[in-house]
């Protein structure tokens, strides 16, 4: 398959089943994500694979974070339960779940503020050409894969519940497993060139 080909047939595949990747699958995706590219030739990411006793506390902080948000936003109860129970089926449930981090390793650390978080935009850029990599590696595989953005909306609270360093600043969960022949993903729009492409 070509380049192009796995980029326009790479699919976000929720129907997943076990067992989970092995050592040597998990390493080689990682090791691909590792290639992409980084502000200043770094590498300010860190993968962690998540193991299935830590999953339930991590669902459990995670969905405190949520719910108190859809809370203050209104949103109604039983939309909640809804949410909260299929976000904690897919951590708890995923054959092999990663969760990406960004950290400051190698970065500039500019004194101003509007360097500094142009720094950090950089590296937020590089961390998802890191998982568009792993993506793909693992489409190429014949394995699903999913990325969760969760994290980066409750870092503090995956901090914690994964006892990880304070400079770690998570971003995204990336659940793999086997497909299930029996899921069909969302087949994904033509783009809208006019408008997403401009010239001046």
């Given amino acids: 398959m070509s380049i192009e080909q796995a980029i326009r047939a790479r699919r976000s595949v929720r129907g997943l089943l076990g067992p989970p990747l092995d050592d040597g699958e998990l390493r080689a995706l990682v090791a691909l994500a590792l290639a992409a590219p980084a502000p200043h030739h770094t590498r300010p990411w860190r993968f962690v694979d998540v193991a299935p006793p830590r999953r339930e506390p991590l669902a459990t902080a995670l969905g405190e974070v949520w719910r108190a948000d859809m809370e203050a936003d209104g949103v109604p109860r039983a939309q909640q339960v809804r949410a909260l129970a299929r ?6 449930s995923a054959p092999t779940l990663l969760l990406g981090c960004l950290v400051p390793d190698g970065l500039r650390r500019y004194p101003d503020e509007q360097r500094w978080r142009a720094e950090w935009g950089l590296a937020q850029q590089s961390f998802g050409a890191a998982v568009q990599n792993l993506l793909l590696a693992a489409d190429g595989r014949g394995l699903g894969a999913f990325w969760i953005s969760a994290p980066l909306y409750a ?22 497993g086997r497909r299930d022949p029996g899921y069909t993903p969302f087949d994904r729009p033509e783009p809208d060139l006019g408008r997403h492409l401009v010239r001046r």
Wanted: hydrophobic share 55%; aromatic share 4%.
């Fill in 155 to 176: 870092q503090q609270a995956v901090r914690a519940a994964l006892d990880l360093d304070a400079e770690w600043e998570p971003q995204a969960l990336v659940a793999l």
């Fill in 87 to 92: 976000s904690r089926r897919q951590l708890v």
